[in-house]
């Protein structure tokens, strides 16, 4: 018995001294040998910008970007913002055809055609299109003998928040 508790130490001994040095030398080597051959220059990080904060201040000099800008800005061409739309004006002008003439007491009516196929009758002073069109004259072009619509619209600049007009001509359309 004696001697089994002599070797059971002794056999311990022996397995972990042939464990341990054989295997972990190949390690080292490889990691010595990599160490050396693989050493990659790092690039140096890119400069960081310095961020400058704009000030938005009371004065109006610098638009607050999270309210919307004030429309309140008057000038000559602003349309009438706070009267009730005509059924034309939700149709862009470039989608409305211009069909028919009716005389009525001396009085001139235009028809128009809307894309879904609905004829209005308008006189001048009457609205139409999306940018606050309103028609100014309706007569007949005397060089092109073709009956006319001129209609005024406005329009606002997205930046400087200024109305500007610009004319635009509606020939009438013959029947096709």
Known sequence: MRLKSQILPFALIVFLAAC????NDDLTQF???????????VEALPEVLVFAPKVYNADGLL???????KTAIQNANQPDLNRP???LEAYPLESLKFVGVLSKKNSMFAT????DSHIYQIKTGAHLGEKFGVVTALGENPNTLKYELKVKETIQDPVTAEWSEQMTTLELQEHQ
Not at 112 to 115: H, L, N, S
């Open 20 to 23: 341990g040095r054989s295997q």
């Open 31 to 41: 990691m010595n040998d990599a160490n050396q051959t693989l050493l990659a220059p």
């Open 63 to 69: 638009h607050d970007p999270f309210y919307p800008r």
């Open 85 to 87: 739309k005509e059924p």
């Open 112 to 115: 128009i055609q809307t894309p």
